[in-house]
């Protein structure tokens, strides 16, 4: 796909971004922050890197999540919006994913990739860098700062876009010996989210738009069931 280039979009967090890029390099570059909401970041993003590719956009890589539950339904339907009405693929990213391999030039060995959760911590998953590849070495799930912390104290180096209060929460978590490792700040998350693109692009099964689903991790209780019009 040479001349080609890939939009990447990440709504997952609190920040958000979009990237154009070819399979070796960032041409352009937009990052917002989520207030009060993606919405209408994403919509100015999208359709200034939408004039600047033309028709030379091969494909769209977003951010499937986790994340906020209407940030990321929100960066979906972007996505699939525009490569429906353009007939291009669509790849679908894990979102820690991209997280870990954002800190790819700064960082080796192990990692913990984290995505605020809200009340309920973050949404964690450990990660090996080696070199441009980010290999998973356990399940996806919800961590608490006091869970974050002993993989901290166990030697996983911490990545993620974090608010002040979740920062400071994970701080007094680790104990006063143990010095910590700063949180690694990271480029904007849709750079790695459009390599991922690239990476995944020859893989996909088609123009996969259609079948693309948002990845939700929260606990089983989370909503309980209910009736009614609407309502499962």
Not at 177 to 182: C, R, T
């Amino acid at each position: 796909m040479t001349g080609g280039l890939i939009l990447g979009l990440d709504t997952t967090g609190r920040g958000g971004s979009a990237v154009l890029a070819t399979e070796d390099a960032v041409l352009e570059t937009r990052a917002w922050r989520a207030e009060p909401s993606h919405t209408p970041h994403l919509h100015s993003a999208t359709t200034d890197l939408l004039a600047v590719a033309g028709a030379r956009l091969a494909a769209i890589a977003v951010a499937a999540g986790p994340g906020g539950f209407s940030a990321v339904r929100g960066g979906m339907a972007i996505a699939k919006g525009i490569c429906l009405a353009l007939d291009i693929t669509l790849v679908a990213i894990p979102g820690l994913e991209a997280v870990a391999l954002s800190a790819a030039a700064l960082i080796e060995g192990r990692v913990l990739a984290l995505i605020d959760a809200g009340a309920r911590g973050c949404f964690a998953r450990e990660f090996t860098l080696d070199g441009s590849n980010a290999i998973p070495t356990t399940e996806p799930g919800l961590a608490s700062p006091d869970a974050i912390a002993r993989a901290i104290i166990s030697g996983a180096h911490p990545v993620g876009d974090l608010p002040p209060a979740r920062l400071e929460q994970i701080a007094a978590a680790v104990p006063a010996h143990h010095q910590a490792p700063p949180i690694t700040t990271r480029q904007p998350m849709a750079v790695a989210v459009a390599r991922l693109g690239w990476s995944k692009l020859a893989s996909s099964t088609g123009r996969d738009a259609l079948g693309a689903v948002p990845i939700y991790l929260r606990e089983p209780d989370a909503t309980l069931p209910k009736k009614g019009w609407g309502r499962t």
